[in-house]
C-alpha cells in the first residue's frame, strides 16, 4: 500500500513557475514507476508527465514538453514535478500516482494503482 500526498499548488500568474512535490510513504517508492495527471473543470483528466523507478527515464505530454520537468528523489520518497512558463490552460488539480510496475513510465492512467488526493494550481492570465 502506498499512501501519496501532493503540495505545492497555488495560484500564480502565466509566465511564472510552481514546483509540485509528492510525498509517499511506504518502505518500496523506490520500484513505483511514478507519474503525474491533471484534470480541469470540466474535463476528463489527462496525463502530465511520468518517470520510470530509477528516475533515468521520462516522459511527457506535448502540452507540457519543454516546460515542465520531472524529477525524484528515491531517499525522500518524493517525486517532483518543475512547472515554469505557466500557461492559463494549464490551470488544473494535479494528481501524482503511482505505478506497481516500476519500469513503467508512460500516460496511460490504468497502469497507475495508487492515486494521491490532488494539489490545485490556477495560472491567472
Known amino acids: 500500500q502506498v499512501q501519496l500526498v501532493e503540495s505545492g499548488g497555488g495560484l500564480v500568474q502565466a509566465g511564472g513557475s510552481l514546483r509540485l512535490s509528492c510525498a509517499a510513504s511506504g518502505r518500496t517508492f523506490s520500484s513505483y514507476g511514478m507519474g503525474w495527471f491533471r484534470q480541469a473543470p470540466g474535463k476528463e483528466r489527462e496525463f502530465v508527465a511520468a518517470?520510470?523507478?530509477?528516475?533515468?527515464?521520462?516522459y511527457y505530454a506535448d502540452s507540457v514538453k519543454g516546460r515542465f520537468t520531472i524529477s525524484r528523489d528515491n531517499a525522500k520518497n518524493t517525486v517532483y514535478l518543475q512547472m515554469n512558463s505557466l500557461k492559463a490552460e494549464d490551470t488544473a488539480v494535479y494528481y501524482c500516482?503511482?505505478?506497481?510496475?516500476?519500469?513503467?513510465?508512460?500516460?496511460?492512467?490504468?497502469?497507475?494503482?495508487?492515486w494521491g488526493q490532488g494539489t490545485q494550481v490556477t495560472v491567472s492570465s
Open positions: 518517470i520510470r523507478w530509477r528516475g533515468g527515464n521520462t
Open positions: 500516482a503511482a505505478s506497481r510496475s516500476g519500469g513503467y513510465y508512460g500516460g496511460d492512467h490504468n497502469e497507475y494503482t495508487y
